[in-house]
T-cell receptor, first 115, second 113 residues
Framework: EAGVAQSPRYKIIEKRQSVAFWCNPI?????LYWYQQILGQGPKLLIQ????????DSQLPKDRFSAERLKGVDSTLKIQPAKLEDSAVYLC?????????????FGPGTRLTVT | AQTVTQSQPEMSVQEAETVTLSCTYD???????LFWYKQPPSRQMILVIR??????QNATENRFSVNFQKAAKSFSLKISDSQLGDAAMYFC??????????FGKGITLSVRP
């Protein structure tokens, strides 16, 4: 079974530029998550999708971050314009359903450096 | 709001020995899940072990076991017969009714050969 795929693996941009990350979850997983992991910290949930609907985006900085999950499969996370403090690893995860009874499977992450 | 605290930033263990990683959490919910995740240097996060709050029996997965103290809101991970491949960052995490995973800051475990 293929795992969660993410691209690109690394990205370096200058502040005020825009960037997009892509995630392909495990086939059949209805729930998709985007996390931000700043160096030395645990991941922080940015947004959670159930199929193609948003369940929780309370910690997404909506003035610069946006995310979509068209057709309830792949998802993209965009930052526009980027700030220095956005430098982090962006992790995508998926699960069969929401809640602790369903294991979340994580992708390898995209390491973003904003200069 | 729920919080997860890992107060030890790093630990070291001799190969084949046993090590315990500590975690405390705060919640007002009665039904929730607790997890330990492992993140090796390659950064792919994987689930090590899961504990359901309503289960009194501590979860075990091969060399990994937990000590779940619900009243004390404590959830420690014990790794027995430590191996070089156990070296990684370990995160304690919580999820409750809103199904949102809240992570601690993590602990870096090194294994000495």
């Amino acid at each position: 079974e293929a795992g969660v795929a993410q691209s690109p693996r690394y990205k370096i941009i200058e502040k005020r530029q825009s960037v997009a990350f892509w995630c392909n979850p495990i086939s059949g997983h209805a729930t998709l998550y985007w996390y931000q992991q700043i160096l030395g910290q645990g991941p922080k949930l940015l947004i959670q999708f159930q199929n193609n609907g948003v369940v929780d985006d309370s910690q997404l900085p909506k003035d610069r971050f946006s995310a979509e999950r068209l057709k309830g499969v792949d998802s993209t996370l965009k930052i526009q314009p980027a700030k220095l403090e956005d430098s982090a690893v962006y992790l995508c995860a998926s699960s069969l359903g929401p809640g602790g009874s369903y294991e979340q499977y994580f992708g390898p992450g995209t390491r973003l450096t904003v200069t | 709001a729920q919080t997860v605290t890992q107060s030890q930033p790093e630990m070291s263990v001799q190969e084949a020995e046993t090590v315990t990683l500590s975690c405390t959490y705060d919640t007002s919910e009665s039904d929730y899940y607790l997890f330990w995740y492992k993140q090796p240097p390659s950064r792919q996060m994987i689930l090590v072990i899961r504990q359901e709050a309503y289960k009194q029996q501590n979860a075990t997965e091969n060399r990994f076991s937990v000590n779940f103290q619900k009243a004390a809101k404590s959830f420690s991970l014990k790794i027995s017969d430590s191996q070089l491949g156990d070296a990684a960052m370990y995160f304690c995490a919580y999820t409750g009714a809103n199904s949102k995973l809240t992570f601690g800051k993590g602990i870096t475990l090194s294994v000495r050969p």
